[in-house]
């Protein structure tokens, strides 16, 4: 079982940065990682994805704001937030999808609260 861990989570203000780092237990080379999101009351939805070669997706409320990257030599992906709004507060989770064991796994979660 594949275990991931969120952090750089915490408050920040409006048009503040943040970014949150996914560190994995194992390489992430043949993994497709993404970062998702949830508010109290809503539905989790897709930020953003990254394949294993580089190729990225976001979703429309985020970007030109927010970068998915990530590091197979460490094991890592990131999320680097910029100009954050209130709305983008949340608890984000870091995926991954195993293609080849058919397995996908979540991290815990960190919390992410954008106010003055």
């Known amino acids: 079982q594949v275990q991931l861990v969120e952090s750089g989570g915490g408050l920040v203000q409006p048009g503040g940065s943040l970014r949150l780092s996914c560190a994995a237990s194992?390489?992430?080379?043949?993994?497709?990682m993404a970062w998702y999101r949830q508010a109290p009351g809503n539905q989790r939805e897709l930020v953003a994805d990254?394949?294993?070669?580089?190729?990225?997706n976001y979703a429309d409320s985020v970007k030109g704001r927010f970068t998915i990257s990530r590091d197979n030599g460490k094991n890592t992906v990131y999320l680097q937030m910029n100009s954050l709004k209130p709305e983008d507060t949340a608890v984000y989770y870091c995926?991954?999808?195993?293609?080849?064991?058919?397995?996908?796994?979540w991290g815990q979660g960190t919390q992410v609260t954008v106010s003055s």
């Open positions: 990254i394949t294993r070669v580089g190729s990225t």
């Open positions: 995926f991954a999808r195993d293609w080849g064991k058919s397995a996908d796994h």
């Open positions: 194992e390489s992430i080379f043949m993994f497709v």
